[in-house]
């Protein structure tokens, strides 16, 4: 009995180990802001669309079942969201996807009272969920756009 727990504990081992090994050189994808275009507006609530640009720089294809994720505006919450949406991004490559976000009138009154002619600040943060695994991946990236009206 004891030989079958020794084998066990080897073959646990051995299994985290070639899960370590599998993600040495592992990058997480790069998560750009492209575009937020109003879809509902409601007195509590706002819905936009954000077009995301994500970038695989690793050798290998990403399959990704989800994401969740936080939009700031000039260092202020504006909007949040989650997307079922399955998306395959190839080796070395991009797509560029469209999910849902929600504000509220506060968030967007608060932005609103601030746009000049600067550009505005934003942060993007979250996580994208891989298919067939626990593995989530954290992305937070930072840019700047002009609003054009």
């Known amino acids: 009995m004891k030989w079958i727990r020794v084998l066990a504990m080897v073959i646990v081992v051995s299994q985290l180990n070639a899960c370590t090994w599998m993600f040495v050189d592992f990058k997480a994808p790069k998560v750009d802001l492209l575009a937020i275009e109003p879809l509902q507006f409601g007195l509590f609530e706002q819905r936009f669309n954000i077009r995301l640009r994500l970038q695989n720089m690793n050798d290998f294809e990403l399959a990704i079942r989800g994401m969740a994720y936080s939009l700031k505006l000039n260092g202020a919450d504006f909007a949040e969201g989650v997307s079922d949406q399955v998306i395959t ?13 929600s504000a509220n009138l506060r968030a967007l009154f608060r932005q609103l009272t601030h746009i000049d002619a600067a550009p505005l600040h934003y942060q993007l943060s979250g996580h994208l969920a891989l298919m067939h695994s626990l593995l989530k991946l954290p992305f937070d990236y930072e840019g700047e756009f002009k609003l054009k009206f």
């Open 89 to 101: 991004i190839p080796e070395y490559g991009e797509e560029i996807i469209e999910v849902p976000v």
